[in-house]
DNA sequence: CGTCCACAGGAATGACGGGCGG
DNA sequence: CCGCCCGTCATTCCTGTGGACG
């Protein structure tokens, strides 16, 4: 007999999912497939901190989504449990530099991780610093301090941070502090102080991308925790993999088109998930990424965006940062407000291409000068459609999206 | 083979709003 | 409440440069 519990759970729970929370990009599963070598690495360089000795500083490099950052969570998580079973005193601090990319904000996280209030603004950053290090001085035990993405705050701020950050040992009573670095780009260690450098990278652990095949058995894996059995169909998994493969091996891309795609199976009431699906959340992710990162760009840097679509006549040609200028003066004359200098609006230029809304690679044209060749790297309707949110713009970009479709069609 | 274009991009500086310690 | 410091956006002034043209 059907017991009438069971049947409110079915109805509660998903078609799709099981544990849909398995797919998503911060969780840390129990078994990382195809990166045993580095696991092993990392654990050999931290297990002096169970006996209370300081573990070298670690450099890990790897492209995005090659497993830097889960790898790390989970050696330290297993560092962690290690300490608190044998009694040592173990303690990680983790902090994505990304979104808290000043060295005040990485300091402030850091004194929050180890249990020390600070103001989030207001203070030096050198007074911080003096805080941490005077706390520290009651402390005892081993504190390892990930700074992931490491180099969005050198690149703007400079490697100070982490020359102090790899000095603080000497300023220390009975605690220790050693410092994992997390970096996709390896072209920025060369930049570093030489100094800091050689601290930094007393150890160095190098994640090559994934191929198609490992994507294939990360995806599997995560799919028989996540999805209900028999929910995927046979070709999901392989054009996930596939399409993640395609760039650079990216597992966190494959994963997300896996959840989007399960999740658009489940709005359709779809209940399998199909190649179409997959399709469709590569769109989808798209669209929300440009979404986002549109949504949140400063007035003119909207207006620059909006003027180098009008300038590779939506995103068909190449521009140069002299037509994009040209382009965003008659912009500026639609909306009515102060125009920003050159120099301005080619540091924004440079600032969309971080973001990578836009590609500008500078070539020399000889006798015709030195510029930026400037396209378009997002797709053109998600921009505009994501450029006509804001109301103080709206007529300018209807204006630019006429003319650019006028030309197409 | 030197010029000189059309910018790149560094450095110094400042205005401004937010937010804290005292 | 004041004074200070912060991050952000912007300006001004600047030196640097790859390579087609003459």
């Not at 000497?170 to 450098?197: A, K, Q």
């Not at 596939?242 to 896996?258: P, V």
Request: charged share 30%; net charge neutral; glycine share 8%.
């Amino acid at each position: 007999m059907e017991r009438v519990e069971d049947i409110f759970e079915r109805a509660i729970k998903s078609p799709i999912f099981k544990r849909r929370e398995v797919l998503l990009p911060d969780y840390v599963p129990d078994y990382l497939p195809h990166r045993d070598a580095e696991i092993v690495r990392l654990a050999r360089i931290l297990a002096p901190a169970l006996r209370g000795e300081r573990p070298n500083n670690v450099f890990i490099f790897g492209l995005t989504g090659t497993g830097k950052t889960a790898v790390t969570r989970y050696v330290l998580r297993r560092l962690e449990s290690k300490a608190l079973e044998v009694g040592s005193r173990v303690h990680s601090v983790y902090v994505n530099v990304r979104h808290r990319e000043t060295p005040y904000r990485v300091l402030a996280d850091i004194a929050e991780a180890i249990g020390l209030k600070v103001p989030f603004t207001g203070l030096s950053t050198g007074e911080v610093y003096g805080r941490i290090v005077k706390w520290l001085r009651r402390k005892t035990g081993v504190y390892v301090v990930v700074l992931d993405e490491i180099d969005f705050l050198v690149k703007k701020h400079g490697d100070d941070l982490l020359y102090k950050l790899t000095r603080i040992n000497e300023l220390l009573g009975s605690s220790r502090v050693s410092i994992i670095g997390i970096t996709n780009s390896v072209r920025f260690v060369e930049s570093l102080d030489p100094r800091v450098r050689s601290s930094l990278g007393e150890e160095e652990i190098v994640f090559p991308p994934y191929n198609a095949e490992q994507l294939k058995d990360i995806l599997s894996e995560r799919a028989a925790e996540a999805f209900n059995p028999g929910v995927l169909e046979d070709e999901v998994i392989p054009l996930c993999a596939a399409l993640a493969a395609r760039e650079h091996g990216d597992a966190r891309r494959a994963l997300d088109l896996l959840r989007v795609a399960g999740e658009i199976a489940e709005r359709q009431g779809d209940s399998l998930v199909r190649a179409k699906h997959v399709h469709a959340a590569r769109m989808e992710i798209e669209r929300d990424r440009v979404a986002e990162v549109v949504r949140t760009l400063p007035l003119h840097a909207k207006l620059v965006l909006a003027a180098v679509i009008a300038a590779t006549g939506g995103g068909r040609l190449q521009a140069t940062t002299g037509e994009v200028y040209d382009y965003y003066r008659r912009l500026i004359s639609i909306v009515g407000v102060e125009e920003v200098t050159f120099r301005r609006v080619s540091g924004i230029i440079g600032e969309l291409d971080m973001l990578g809304l836009i590609t500008a690679r500078v070539t020399s044209r000889g006798r015709y000068g030195k510029t930026r060749v400037i396209e378009l790297a997002a797709d053109t309707g998600a921009l505009i459609e994501a450029l006509e949110e804001d109301p103080a713009i709206e007529d300018a970009i209807d204006t630019i999206a006429g003319e650019t479709l006028g030309l197409q069609g």
